[in-house]
T-cell receptor
Framework: KAGVTQTPRYLIKTRGQQVTLSCSPISGHRSVSWYQQTPGQGLQFLFEYFSETQRNKGNFPGRFSGRQFSNSRSEMNVSTLELGDSALYLC???????????FGPGTRLTVT | AQSVTQLDSQVPVFEEAPVELRCNYSSSVSVYLFWYVQYPNQGLQLLLKYLSGSTLVKGINGFEAEFNKSQTSFHLRKPSVHISDTAEYFCAVSPFSGGYNKLIFGAGTRLAVHP
């Protein structure tokens, strides 16, 4: 089975712009979660989607949003980018509800 | 709420020596427990998981971990490490309740294996 794929792998944006990141889960996985990884804050949960519905959300401002499509692919969007949004954004998919998640390689976002 | 503490930020060790990476957690509800490994410029790879049953869990690459409920610990061990084990290791928990997939991670332990 193919693993979790994320596009693009690297992205450079300017403050104030917006960005959309994409994630394709492992075939058959209906749950997709997003995480932000930074040197200062570590790995932090952003949100989880299951069957096109957001069912869990972390403590991030409303500038961070996401959606899931009927084929389970997911996108996350960050509007009005700030320098502090520079991070590795990881997507993970899961076959069930036991927290076991499989991660993609991540998208490294740099905001200048 | 849940929290995870990884007691060592860095662990240096010589090749073929044993290693233990320590993890303690705090939670008001029952949790599932995980260890993930991250190699440079890569995502996270699941090493092992504790969902229920035997408290000694075996994972990939010769790693194992033991769940200790009374001490709320889930330490990771390997009897003999290789240079290729150099990476960052993350302990994580996920609460039972809600049926949701949300991982709470520790800050990570950087394992450096020296020849």
């Amino acid at each position: 089975k193919a693993g979790v794929t994320q596009t693009p792998r690297y992205l450079i944006k300017t403050r104030g712009q917006q960005v959309t990141l994409s994630c394709s889960p492992i075939s058959g996985h209906r749950s997709v979660s997003w995480y932000q990884q930074t040197p200062g804050q570590g790995l932090q949960f952003l949100f989880e989607y299951f069957s096109e519905t957001q069912r869990n959300k972390g403590n991030f401002p409303g500038r961070f949003s996401g959606r899931q499509f009927s084929n389970s692919r997911s996108e996350m969007n960050v509007s009005t980018l700030e320098l502090g949004d520079s991070a590795l954004y990881l997507c993970a998919s899961s076959p069930g509800n036991a927290g076991e998640q499989y991660f993609g390689p991540g998208t490294r976002l740099t905001v200048t | 709420a849940q929290s995870v503490t990884q007691l060592d930020s860095q662990v240096p060790v010589f090749e073929e020596a044993p290693v233990e990476l320590r993890c303690n957690y705090s939670s008001s509800v029952s949790v599932y427990l995980f260890w993930y490994v991250q190699y440079p410029n890569q995502g996270l790879q699941l090493l092992l998981k504790y969902l229920s049953g035997s408290t000694l869990v075996k994972g990939i690459n010769g790693f194992e971990a033991e769940f200790n409920k009374s001490q709320t610990s889930f330490h990771l061990r390997k009897p003999s490490v290789h240079i290729s084990d150099t990476a960052e290791y993350f302990c994580a928990v996920s609460p039972f309740s809600g049926g949701y997939n949300k991982l709470i991670f520790g800050a990570g332990t950087r394992l450096a294996v020296h020849p």
